[in-house]
């Protein structure tokens, strides 16, 4: 797969931009600030309908401005896609998805139409932040593959805010029949928590294995060994509608007390082992590194086995801070995918084999802008 056509409009910092996007390498340089991550921020929103870097959908709206969109032309096996979200701070819904022109039902229909895999400095939190950042990293990659899974997720959530809400109401006293009604949302949480967790257990599965090798690859030392261990209370069982009901049925008392439910996927982890050990408290920056990139390049992997297409490979300011022997796994794993690259200078990119180069500026309004060469 790859984007054919980009369109920006009061987005971030740009008024308005067209960029036809080559097949291969395109590089993106020019100076802090003048709107580069921007760029692939857009395109990472067009795949799953979210920012790489905010959880807050309005900031990628221009200052003062009432609407923004992206709109993206993508190049598929199947043929041409052609998708916009929509963004209004004022009105509601604030976030809109249009395929081929039309509203789309709901924002997980724009699944699949776009797929792309950012790697950027702030992926080092997969590792460094709390299991939060971690279910994200899963969750966004795993909508791309398996479109189905982002309605599980959501159908999830909204029980488990339910069984909240219930709890919270139950301590004001406003319950009568509390048993009753948590076992009817007991039984909804395990059914729709099945549907989580098994995606989720098949696609760590995958990447471990993917990631592993991609690991021992680009490793200087080969003992190093790199594991991802899914961690979870359904993670490893045969059965989990009955282990869920189970947990939730034992923990019910504390839930009462704490006014939340603490059992569920929606607590899940990654254990990330180097040789074993905790990779966040053992390893060396540069491990680090390695084993994010390792994830990465598995992941593409992962999309073209699983989907028979190759994802946009977004590098945000990572390819100058690549030591050769990683660059060149990078540069393997990116044979024949459309990459974008983004650096401050021309010159960080050399090695890329670049079919395009952009300079992005800015204009006397702040509005960013590109210029080819
Ligand atoms: N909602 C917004 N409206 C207008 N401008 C914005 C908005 N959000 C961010 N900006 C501007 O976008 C610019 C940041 O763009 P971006 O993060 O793409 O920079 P960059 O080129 O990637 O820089 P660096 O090399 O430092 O990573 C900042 O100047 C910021 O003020
Ligand atoms: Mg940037």
């Given at each position: 797969?790859?984007?054919?056509?980009?369109?920006?409009?009061?987005?971030?910092?740009?008024?308005?931009?067209?960029?036809?996007?080559?097949?291969?390498?395109?590089?993106?340089?020019?100076?802090?600030?003048?709107?580069?991550?921007?760029?692939?921020?857009?395109?990472?929103?067009?795949?799953?309908?979210?920012?790489?870097?905010?959880?807050?959908?309005?900031?990628?709206?221009?200052?003062?401005?009432?609407?923004?969109?992206?709109?993206?032309?993508?190049?598929?096996?199947?043929?041409?896609?052609?998708?916009?979200?929509?963004?209004?701070?004022?009105?509601?819904?604030?976030?809109?998805?249009?395929?081929?022109?039309?509203?789309?039902?709901?924002?997980?229909?724009?699944?699949g139409h776009a797929t792309t895999v950012m790697f950027g400095p702030e992926d080092l939190r997969i590792?460094?932040?709390?299991?939060?950042?971690?279910?994200?990293?899963?969750?966004?990659?795993?909508?791309?593959?398996?479109?189905?899974?982002?309605?599980?997720?959501?159908?999830?959530?909204?029980?488990?805010?339910?069984?909240?809400?219930?709890?919270?109401?139950?301590?004001?006293?406003?319950?009568?029949?509390?048993?009753?009604?948590?076992?009817?949302?007991?039984?909804?949480?395990?059914?729709?928590?099945?549907?989580?967790?098994?995606?989720?257990?098949?696609?760590?599965?995958?990447?471990?294995?993917?990631?592993?090798?991609?690991?021992?690859?680009?490793?200087?030392?080969?003992?190093?060994?790199?594991e991802l261990r899914y961690i979870g209370p359904l993670a490893t069982t045969e059965t989990p509608y009955?282990?869920?009901?189970?947990?939730?049925?034992?923990?019910?008392?504390?839930?009462?007390?704490?006014?939340?439910?603490?059992?569920?996927?929606?607590?899940?982890?990654?254990?990330?082992?180097?040789?074993?050990k905790e990779l966040r408290a053992f390893g060396s920056q540069g491990q680090l590194r390695t084993a994010?990139?390792?994830?990465?390049?598995?992941?593409?992997?992962?999309?073209?086995?699983?989907?028979?297409?190759?994802?946009?490979?977004?590098?945000?300011?990572?390819?100058?801070?690549?030591?050769?022997?990683?660059?060149?796994?990078?540069?393997?794993?990116?044979?024949?995918?459309?990459?974008?690259?983004?650096?401050?200078?021309?010159?960080?990119?050399?090695?890329?084999?670049?079919?395009?180069?952009?300079?992005?500026?800015?204009?006397?309004?702040?509005?960013?802008?590109?210029?080819?060469?």
């Amino acid at each position: 797969m790859y984007f054919t056509s980009l369109r920006l409009h009061h987005f971030r910092n740009y008024g308005s931009l067209e960029l036809s996007p080559v097949k291969g390498t395109t590089v993106l340089y020019g100076a802090n600030g003048s709107g580069k991550t921007n760029l692939l921020e857009a395109m990472h929103l067009l795949s799953v309908g979210r920012s790489h870097r905010t959880a807050v959908d309005r900031e990628m709206i221009a200052e003062g401005e009432s609407v923004a969109f992206v709109h993206g032309v993508t190049q598929r096996l199947d043929g041409k896609h052609e998708l916009e979200v929509r963004l209004y701070p004022l009105i509601k819904p604030q976030k809109r998805v249009l395929l081929y022109g039309k509203p789309a039902q709901r924002i997980s229909d724009m699944m699949g139409h776009a797929t792309t895999v950012m790697f950027g400095p702030e992926d080092l939190r997969i590792v460094r932040d709390g299991p939060a950042a971690r279910r994200r990293f899963i969750d966004m990659q795993l909508s791309q593959i398996r479109p189905s899974y982002l309605k599980a997720l959501k159908r999830y959530l909204s029980a488990l805010e339910s069984r909240n809400a219930l709890l919270r109401s139950a301590r004001c006293g406003q319950t009568d029949d509390l048993d009753a009604q948590l076992d009817a949302w007991d039984e909804q949480l395990a059914g729709a928590a099945v549907y989580v967790v098994e995606p989720r257990r098949w696609f760590l599965k995958e990447l471990a294995v993917n990631a592993a090798a991609q690991y021992a690859a680009i490793a200087e030392n080969p003992e190093e060994t790199f594991e991802l261990r899914y961690i979870g209370p359904l993670a490893t069982t045969e059965t989990p509608y009955r282990q869920m009901l189970a947990g939730l049925k034992r923990t019910r008392a504390e839930d009462r007390q704490r006014m939340y439910t603490g059992y569920g996927p929606h607590r899940d982890d990654l254990a990330m082992l180097l040789c074993g050990k905790e990779l966040r408290a053992f390893g060396s920056q540069g491990q680090l590194r390695t084993a994010v990139l390792s994830m990465k390049l598995g992941e593409i992997q992962l999309i073209e086995n699983e989907m028979g297409e190759t994802p946009t490979l977004l590098l945000d300011d990572v390819f100058s801070e690549l030591d050769a022997r990683r660059r060149n796994a990078l540069l393997q794993s990116a044979e024949g995918v459309q990459t974008i690259i983004t650096c401050t200078d021309r010159a960080d990119a050399a090695g890329a084999r670049a079919d395009a180069f952009f300079r992005v500026q800015t204009d006397g309004e702040n509005h960013a802008f590109l210029m080819e060469g």
